[in-house]
Structures are given as C-alpha cells and as structure tokens.
C-alpha cells in the first residue's frame, strides 16, 4: 500500500486487471475507483496534489474506472480526475 491510499483491494495489484464490457462497446476494469473521499464530503478533503497520486496510483494497477458522480465539494473530484 502506497502512502495516500486508504484501501488497495487485493486484485488491484494483479499481473492483469479483469476488465468488463459495458453496453456494446465501454470497456472497463473490474474495480472502480470512487472518488466522492477526494472532496470534503467525509471530512477534510484531500489536497490536489494527494488527489492526483490517489488516482495515478490507481491508474498504473489497471483502474479505468472513476465514479465521480455526487462528488461536487471543493477540491471537485472530476476536476483532479482529469488532471491526473
């Protein structure tokens, strides 16, 4: 577990992330991220920075999937999302 992040799931540091298809042609991995813990929603908000590592730190274990929905409180979360 690399420092900013809460839960690493055991699958996500596989050789190969598991990957489905959703509708005829959206292909995403098995585990998704959800970002609602990187605005203030739960508590102090994650600064960008640690927001970016979060979700990059995701990104190199095969995550492709961010659910950013609700997550509108400052730092906005689909705003690190992007920028990460």
Do not use: K, W
């Not at 990059?56 to 961010?66: D, M, Q, S």
């Amino acid at each position: 577990m690399e420092a900013g992040l809460a839960v690493v799931h055991p699958a996500a540091d596989a050789a190969v992330m598991r990957s489905h298809t959703l509708g005829s042609s959206l292909t995403v991995s098995a585990i998704g991220s959800g970002c609602m813990g990187l605005g203030n929603v739960y508590g102090p908000g994650t600064d960008r920075q640690e927001g970016i590592a979060i979700i990059r730190a995701a990104v190199e274990r095969g995550v492709t999937l961010f659910d950013t929905a609700g997550s509108t409180s400052p730092p906005r979360p689909p705003a690190v999302t992007a920028r990460s």
